[in-house]
């Protein structure tokens, strides 16, 4: 197959883009880098079997030739990124999911978007089931990225019910794991960063909000199992396993072997108390479940950071911290 991954350049669609090669499909990827980074498909260039284009995916999309499959994967995704972008945010997940299922509609291709567990907000029910409706802030700082992902939603099943466009929509839970960006601000990069620096963790609020981290490799197992089934509506995609703030920051201190330590930072507003997949659909219907254990996923993650960071001290970046 042919097929158009949108966010190419960032952590999950770098990572998506090298399961589709190696699967034998050809890739065409697009990305503006605003949040991705050419570093992370660099050693895709050479492959005769993937296409790169700069592009702001917001504009109108098209691309010569056929086209089996577009999966959107454009947007900013951690929150300083979107209330740094919140414009951004807004458009790609309205107007860029607008113009990638026009592609999809056009070339009569499979449409993946990748949604967010952000469309359940600060969830009143837990865990969270596909069946529950969320519960948002929409005039909230997280509301760009919350209702941009809830809109995308919208548009999804509207391409399918009213233009017969066959789609897929991914709700992706906290997921971590190499080519996360070491200044994303998100909680695992930061916390692996801090402590390989030896500087305290900062923890956010009291640490008690809870969070349920699923390493890579297995998110994307669940999207290609996703991509390649027959389920329309949406569907959750995470580990389940929860694990408080503080709970993270002791597994990363322990791993890591640093006494720096933690320090307590206010909370961002709105951010969500708990989160949890239910993958009972997932576990059902795509026969998933994610493999890896967070001290396992960690270990790997922490490796991937120390090469970066040594590879910044040999550049002579200095010590810029998270
Ligand atoms: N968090 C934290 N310290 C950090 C970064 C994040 O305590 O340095 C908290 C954040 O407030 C949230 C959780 O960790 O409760 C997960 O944050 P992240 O930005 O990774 O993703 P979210 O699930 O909020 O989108």
Redesign the pocket.
């Known amino acids: 197959m042919r097929i158009l991954v949108t966010g190419v350049a960032g952590f999950l669609g770098s990572h998506l883009a090298d399961r589709l090669l190696a699967e034998g499909h050809q890739v065409v990827g697009l990305d503006n880098f605003i949040t991705g980074s050419p570093d992370n498909i660099s050693d895709l260039l050479g492959n005769e079997r993937f296409t790169f284009y700069r592009y702001d995916v917001t504009e109108f999309m098209y691309v010569a030739g056929d086209l089996h499959g577009v999966l959107h994967f454009a947007s900013p995704a951690?929150?300083i990124d979107y209330l740094q972008l919140p414009i951004q945010t807004l458009k790609v997940g309205s107007l860029g999911t607008h113009k990638a299922l026009g592609l999809a509609k056009a070339k009569g291709a499979r449409f993946l978007l990748a949604s967010s567990s952000?469309v359940y907000g600060d969830p009143a029910m837990h865990p969270q089931p596909e069946s529950y409706w969320g519960n948002v802030n929409p005039v909230g700082p997280r509301g760009v990225y919350d209702e941009a992902k809830r809109f995308a939603e919208a548009l999804t099943m509207a391409y399918h019910r009213y233009h017969g466009v066959d789609t897929r929509i991914a709700r992706i839970f906290?997921t971590y794991g190499p080519r996360m960006r070491r200044d994303d601000?998100?909680?695992?990069s930061?916390?692996i960063v801090q402590s390989l620096q030896r500087n305290p963790l900062?923890?956010?609020?009291d640490?008690s909000?809870t969070?349920s981290f699923c390493y890579v490799d297995d998110l994307i197992e669940g999207i290609y199992r996703l991509f390649t089934s027959d389920r329309v509506e949406p569907l959750n995609l995470g580990n389940p396993s929860e694990y408080t703030?503080s709970e993270l920051a002791e597994l990363v201190l322990e791993l890591t072997g640093s006494t720096a330590g933690v320090e307590y930072q206010p909370?961002?507003q709105d951010?969500?108390k708990v989160?949890q997949p239910d993958i009972s659909l997932a576990r059902q219907l795509l026969g998933w479940e994610p493999q890896l254990d967070l001290r396992a996923g960690l270990k790997a993650t922490i490796g991937y950071f120390s090469g970066v960071l040594e590879n910044d001290a040999s550049r002579g970046k200095g010590q810029a911290t998270a």
């Open positions: 951690s929150p952000e906290n601000g998100r909680v695992v930061n916390f900062t923890i956010f609020g640490g909000q969070r703030i909370l961002p951010d969500p989160r």
